[in-house]
């Protein structure tokens, strides 16, 4: 497997709190992913960072933002949680794009915002 | 609007037999299309793949058929196993033509169920 370390597992929070999920990698893979699943949407893709403080929007970054200070370390941030950002996350990494482009998943985050 | 359609929300076969996933997208520059596969409280894993240049790719149990006349992909496993049961996204990419690229654009998933 490959070694992505996602903290916390779990999390409850209330509205209106600041929230910051971590992703760390120990593969030295320089594309850094995250993702949403929700129901009836599948995965969709939050940020993404192809470098260390390198970062792009995704699909549904609204009301979230991301560091990459380190290589190894992802950081989402929900800076006001809301409801609807109440989801399981993943983190992917995956090596430079290259034949198959396969992304590696980590175990998610499974927030609740009451 | 979706990119990528999995238009089953869920399938059921027997033990044994074939099991087809499909999936139709909309973007013809999309470059590699992928097969993931989830169980509950996981993340999902990696599968499968093919290239947009490819037709067919088989590895083991398990091939994908890319038509892109039709802009449809399948995936086929033969034959069906109860570990098998999961949930299966279909996603794909576009490359940029420096070589990166955005992150995968996966379809709402089909959950497989394999029954004995």
Redesign the interface.
């Known amino acids: 497997d490959a070694g992505?370390t996602q903290s916390p597992r779990h999390k409850v929070t209330e509205t209106g709190t600041p929230v910051t999920l971590r992703c760390h990698q120990t593969e030295n893979h320089r594309y850094m992913?995250w993702?949403r699943q929700d129901p009836?949407?599948?995965?969709?893709?939050i940020h993404?960072s192809?470098g260390v403080k390198d970062t792009?929007k995704?699909?549904v970054s609204d009301g979230y933002s991301v560091s990459r200070s380190k290589t190894e370390d992802f950081l989402l941030t929900l800076e006001s949680a809301t409801s609807s950002q109440t989801s399981v996350y993943?983190c992917?990494i995956s090596e430079?794009?290259g034949?198959?482009?396969?992304?590696?998943?980590?175990?998610?985050t499974r927030l609740t915002v009451v | 609007d979706q990119q990528v359609k999995?238009n089953s929300p869920s399938l059921s076969v027997q033990e044994g037999r074939i099991s087809i996933l499909n999936c139709d997208y909309t973007n013809s520059m999309f470059d590699?299309f992928?097969w993931?596969k989830k169980y509950p409280?996981?993340?999902?894993?990696?599968l499968i793949?093919i290239?947009s240049i490819k037709d067919k790719n088989e590895d083991g149990r398990f091939t994908v058929f890319l038509n892109k006349s039709a802009k449809h992909l399948s995936l086929h496993i033969v034959p069906s196993q109860p570990g098998d049961s999961a949930v299966y996204?279909c996603?794909a990419?576009a490359?940029y033509s420096g070589?990166?690229?955005?992150?995968?654009?996966?379809?709402?998933?089909t959950h497989l169920i394999i029954q004995p």
Do not use: N, V
Request: net charge negative.
């Open positions: 992505i992913y993702y009836g949407h599948g995965l969709r893709l993404y192809y792009d995704g699909e993943f992917a430079t794009p034949q198959a482009f396969e992304a590696f998943f980590g175990q998610g | 999995q590699y992928l993931y409280a996981e993340g999902p894993t990696f793949s290239s996204f996603a990419i490359l070589g990166g690229a955005d992150g995968l654009t996966f379809g709402k998933g």
